[in-house]
């Protein structure tokens, strides 16, 4: 459940009418719901409720600081992938030791950022990582806590983009050489191994896949306990999906139990990496239509926003429903729903069945709380939108909307031009 609903007519985000942000902030932009983002972090904070866990919110799904902030508040970690990240947590107030750093690529320099603030733990992809993370450790005279990424080469059923635990896929270390890169973190003086990791893929929309995978993992704990090495931390990942279109994912409470009942035998603190499940149908993206145009083949809505500010229907040709702002008169019709960039890829939505939108309708893009914002670029020189934060009968703009300046920030013409 989320407060996006219509009143007369009109959608609403909470007690504001979007027609009236519009108005005020001008389109397009993304759109936070407070009390959805709270409700849906505590909804899945609570069906965990009885075991020692620690929920850290995944950044990657959508970084804006205001949402940070409220998951801190909240008594959330954080699930970071780079340096980038770590700031913006640590900005936001999210204390280090609720910081779990995972990602195939970790630099130097963000390792050594990561040591210096004193995070939870790293999340080691490779042996190479291992080694690199125990140099700079001893470096700075730290002993970095670490858990391994196991890649346990289960199905998650879901996009192959965003499949993650299969043996082809580039991340964690298999079962296998698991144990070896423990005996081997074991050995090293800079090392102090806590824990053990999984991330099997996103949008994952049955517990089947999150059930074999931690059966695979228990299997290694009890292996590894024979071997003297004691693992504090079980970090399941992220990955539940949410209701795009007739998905029907787990509840939160379905999976929860689910792991719970797994690991009820076992002495180990639960970490969860949740990202779309709390932010996705948290936002929507806002968009005006500029134009309507009956093609040859197709009918076309064109909206002033495109794939540079939500990614997803183009990359993954994801679903996300379209709905009007306002309510419309006219008979439904089937068009495609296209932003204003150079390339056919440019879509919103394919042959859609929609409200009879016409030149300066505004539209909401539902659903676009994760990976909408944090993936959008400035292809095209367009310049990244405002996002907005809604709070009863109030709204913020969170981050301001782009302009030209702010586009060639940081460029400069060299002399011997
Ligand atoms: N933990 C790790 C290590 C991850 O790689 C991810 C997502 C998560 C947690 C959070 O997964 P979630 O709960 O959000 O499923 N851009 C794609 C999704 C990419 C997911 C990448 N990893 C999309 O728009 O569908």
Excluded: W
Excluded at 47 to 71: E, I, M, P, Q, W
Excluded at 239 to 261: F, H, K, M, R, V
Excluded at 327 to 356: H, K, N, S, W, Y
Aim: proline share 4%; aromatic share 8%.
């Amino acid at each position: 459940m989320h407060h996006f609903n219509y009143r007369d007519n009109e959608l609403y985000c909470e007690d504001v009418p979007i027609k009236l942000i519009a108005e005020k902030v001008g389109t397009p932009f993304y759109l936070y719901s407070h009390a959805t983002l709270k409700r849906h972090f505590l909804a899945f904070d609570d069906a965990f409720d009885g075991t020692d866990r620690l929920v850290c919110f995944s950044a990657k799904a959508n970084t804006n600081l205001a949402v940070l902030k409220l998951f801190a508040n909240l008594g959330g970690g954080l699930d970071i992938v780079s340096g980038g990240e770590l700031f913006r947590g640590l900005k936001a107030g999210i204390t280090p030791e609720k910081i779990v750093y995972s990602g195939v690529g970790k630099r130097k320099d963000e390792i050594d950022y990561a040591l210096s603030e004193g995070i939870l733990m790293f999340n080691i992809e490779s042996l190479e990582e291992l080694e690199i993370i125990n140099d700079r450790a001893r470096l700075l005279k730290k002993k970095a806590p670490v858990a391994i990424r196991v890649n346990p080469d289960v199905d998650p059923k879901t996009h192959p983009y965003i499949s993650t635990g299969l043996k082809k896929n580039k991340f964690g270390i298999n079962t296998e050489a698991a144990i070896e890169c423990y005996k081997i973190a074991g050995e090293l003086k800079n090392i102090d191994v806590i824990g053990i990791d999984c991330h099997i893929g996103s949008q994952i929309t049955e517990a089947e896949p999150f059930k074999d995978a931690l059966n695979s993992i228990k299997a290694l704990i009890n292996e590894l306990g024979g071997l003297n090495i004691d693992i504090k931390y079980l970090d399941m990942g992220g990955g539940l999906g949410i209701t795009y279109d007739n998905e029907s994912p787990p509840y939160p409470d379905e999976y929860a139990g689910s792991i719970i009942q797994a690991i009820e035998d076992m002495h180990v603190k639960l970490i969860l990496e949740p990202g779309r499940v709390v932010v996705g149908n948290a936002g929507i993206l806002v968009a005006k239509v500029l134009y309507r145009k009956q093609g040859k083949a197709k009918e076309f809505v064109i909206v002033d926003a495109g794939m540079n500010d939500l990614v997803r229907p183009s990359l993954y040709d994801a679903f996300h429903a379209i709905m009007p702002v306002v309510e419309l008169e006219g008979e439904q019709i089937v068009a495609d729903v296209v932003g204003p960039i150079c390339e056919t890829g440019d879509f919103l939505a394919v042959d859609r069945r929609i409200a009879d939108f016409r030149q300066g309708n505004l539209l909401a893009v539902m659903s676009a709380g994760a990976y909408g914002f944090v993936m959008s670029s400035n292809y095209c020189s367009r310049l990244k939108v405002a996002e907005v934060m809604v709070r009863n009968d109030e709204f913020h703009v969170v981050r301001a909307r782009q302009n030209y300046e702010d586009l060639i920030e940081g460029e400069s013409i060299p002399p011997f031009l």
